[in-house]
T-cell receptor, first 115, second 110 residues
Framework: ETGVTQSPTHLIKTRGQQVTLRCSSQ?????VSWYQQALGQGPQFIFQ???????GRGNFPPRFSGLQFPNYSSELNVNALELDDSALYLC??????????????FGAGSRLTVL | QKEVEQDPGPLSVPEGAIVSLNCTYS??????FMWYRQYSRKGPELLMY????GNKEDGRFTAQVDKSSKYISLFIRDSQPSDSATYLC??????????FGAGTRLFVKA
């Protein structure tokens, strides 16, 4: 089975720009979550999508938005980029029928640098 | 106060040592406790998963959860240089959000 793949792996943007990050979830996993990991910190929950609907959201402003598609792939969009948005953005998929809750399979992440 | 506290290290040990990694937490509603391992330039990967209190062993790894003290631990026996990574504790209430610690950087010297 394939794992979680994310693109792009690295990108550089300037303050005020917009960015779209993409994720293909693991086969059979219909729930996708996005996390932000700042340097030296643990991942912070942004939001989760289940069956193309936002299922829950962390403490992030509305300029962070997402989409999930019928094939369970997903996008994270960030508008009006700020310097503090520089981080590793991680996509994780979950099979809710699997063992336990929120056992996450992560991709390698997209590293965003905002100048 | 953060919901999950974890000493960021770094922790440096010789090969073959027993490693103890710990986290404390404040939310008594947490029911699921996980340890993830993250190598440099990679995403986290699940190492251990425990429901409620107790111990769980998998090869050289043992996870312990003490809900009365709000304290979880991961022990690594016979540590290897390949164990050098950042170890993240994580927990959730069974909902949609997983809360991670800051991660402890571990270096195992050959």
């Amino acid at each position: 089975e394939t794992g979680v793949t994310q693109s792009p792996t690295h990108l550089i943007k300037t303050r005020g720009q917009q960015v779209t990050l993409r994720c293909s979830s693991q086969s059979g996993h219909n729930t996708v979550s996005w996390y932000q990991q700042a340097l030296g910190q643990g991942p912070q929950f942004i939001f989760q999508y289940y069956r193309e609907e936002e299922n829950g959201r962390g403490n992030f402003p509305p300029r962070f938005s997402g989409l999930q598609f019928p094939n369970y792939s997903s996008e994270l969009n960030v508008n009006a980029l700020e310097l503090d948005d520089s981080a590793l953005y991680l996509c994780a998929s979950t099979n809710p029928l699997g063992v336990g809750a929120n056992v996450l399979t992560f991709g390698a992440g997209s590293r965003l640098t905002v100048l | 106060q953060k919901e999950v506290e974890q000493d960021p290290g770094p922790l440096s040990v010789p090969e073959g040592a027993i490693v103890s990694l710990n986290c404390t937490y404040s939310n008594s509603a947490f029911q699921y406790f996980m340890w993830y391992r993250q190598y440099s330039r990679k995403g986290p990967e699940l190492l251990m998963y425990t429901y409620s209190s107790g111990n769980k062993e998998d090869g050289r790894f043992t996870a312990q959860v003490d809900k009365s003290s709000k304290y979880i631990s991961l022990f690594i026996r016979d540590s290897q240089p390949s164990d050098s990574a950042t170890y993240l504790c994580a927990m959730d209430t069974g909902g949609f959000k997983t809360i991670f610690g800051a991660g402890t950087r571990l270096f195992v010297k050959a």
